[in-house]
Each structure stands twice: as C-alpha cells, then as structure tokens.
C-alpha cells in the first residue's frame, strides 16, 4: 500500500485561521443577532459620526482640516449624483447617495487597516462590515426600494409601464432585472472585499514582511473603488426610475 502523505504542520496551523463560515452570534430571546457585524457596523458609524460632528463643530468660511475634507467629500457626492440623475432631481437624493458611498467606503477601509483578528471572540473573527454578505444584500435591498421609491414618486402608476416598454415581450426580462440589479450589487462589494482580505492573508502569514505591503495599498484603491461603483450604480438606478428608459435621461445631461 502506498504511505499517506502528511501535509506539512506550517500549512494546516495558520490556513485554519483563515476559514471562513465561522460566525459570532449573540441570543436576545429568540433573536439571533450576528454579534460580529453588529459590533463593526457600530464602529463604523460611530467613526462616520465622530467625523461629521468634527467637521461642523466650527465652521469656518476657509475650511481647513476635517472641514475641509468632509466639504470635498460633499462636493464629490453631487458631481457624482449630479451626473447620473439630471440638474433637476439629483438634491434629494444627495443624502442618501453620500451616505452609502461614505459608509461602505469605511467599511471597506476599515478591513484593510484595521487589526480586527487581533481582537479575540469566542468564534469567528472580526472584519470589515461590508465583508459579510448580509451587510451588503441589505444595503443593496435599500437601492431597491430607493429606486422604486423614486420611479413611483415622480411617474405614479405609470412607472410600470416601463416593464411593457417597447413591447409587452419583454415583461419577464424586466422583473428579471429588478431582481438582478440587488444581486449584481452585493455580491459584487461582498466578493471583491472578500477576496481582498483572504489574499492579504494569505500572503501575511506566507511572506509576513514586504510583499503583502503592496497588496494592502492595492486593497485600498480598490476598496475606494469599490464604494464609488456601487454608490455610482445606486445613483444609475434611481435616475433611470425616475427618468424611464434612458430618453428624458440624457436630454437632462445634454
């Protein structure tokens, strides 16, 4: 018979600290919170808050520091809501466009710089928020209902009539798409971060001193990138249900 082969012990020991599936949870009567999102999400909001409260704490005509960085941060929201929803309708929706790309953009940063595994649970490990697929399924699930929010407030019943638009065929291809739209979303966020956070991983515990460093910087673009595609596809969304298919769309940007 031939001997079994032995993985070598350096491989099996760290590797196993990179399972995933693993989660924390806590028991409040019969509900089951999920105690390890729940914690980081705080984290973030309250990193998202701190940040605010500091930068109109005194506000000052020149803005310099905080101030000056969360009024860049505003200004490139409504570009950017601007852009996808026409002069007209874009205010509004500049809020809760901001607070998506705001919230996920410190989320995903939030998992490349902070040492999360270094905080211990009783199971599973700390990471990003938005490294979760329920964090990412309920923000995407929010676009939903934004964009028919949108579509029903500014066109009434006759929203609908974009499902038979240009002809009643295409009716199942177009609940097929509301359906796809919140799935491309989060899993597109969950997969990129997921996998950004499991390769610096690996190659932390593998090479632990200068190549994993190029690999986190990377990380950083694209988890920015990351927050601005799906903030700049939400904003896509809710200027096409407001808008219909595209024809009153681009006369808004012409």
């Given amino acids: 018979m031939m001997p079994l082969i032995h993985s070598p012990e350096w491989i099996l020991l760290p590797l196993a ?18 105690g390890q999102v729940f914690m ?30 969360m009024e860049y941060a505003l200004e490139f929201i409504r570009d950017l809501a601007k852009g996808q929803m026409g ?5 509004a929706w500049v809020p809760f466009i901001g607070t998506l790309f705001l919230f996920i953009f410190v989320c995903n ?40 929010y949108a579509g029903f407030r500014k066109r009434g019943l006759g929203y609908l009539t974009k499902y038979i638009e240009p ?18 979303l989060s899993f597109r966020l969950f997969g990129n971060i997921l996998a950004d956070e499991l390769v610096v991983g690996v190659l932390v515990l593998l090479v632990p ?4 460093l190029p ?5 950083l673009f694209t988890s920015a990138i990351q927050a601005l595609v799906f903030a700049t596809l939400a904003a896509t969304y809710i200027g096409e249900a407001m808008e219909g298919h595209g024809g009153e769309h681009e006369e808004a940007h012409s």
């Fill in 109 to 148: 940063w939030s998992g490349a710089l902070v040492p999360w595994k270094l905080i211990e649970l009783p199971e599973g490990e700390l990471a990003a928020p938005t490294n979760d697929i329920n964090t990412t399924v309920a923000l995407a699930l929010l676009v939903s209902l934004a964009y028919f």
């Fill in 87 to 91: 002069e007209k309708e874009y205010r």
């Fill in 167 to 184: 002809t009643p065929i295409l009716l199942p291809i177009a609940i097929l798409e509301d359906f796809t739209k919140p799935l491309s």
């Fill in 17 to 34: 600290k990179l399972e995933v599936g693993h989660h924390f949870y806590w028991h409040i009567g019969n509900l089951k919170v999920h």
């Fill in 209 to 212: 001193l200068f190549i994993p």
């Fill in 40 to 69: 980081t999400t705080w984290i973030v909001m309250a990193i998202l808050i701190v940040a605010a409260l500091a930068a109109t704490r005194n506000i000052q005509r020149i803005p310099t520091g905080i101030q000056n960085l």
């Fill in 215 to 219: 690999v986190m910087f990377l990380g």
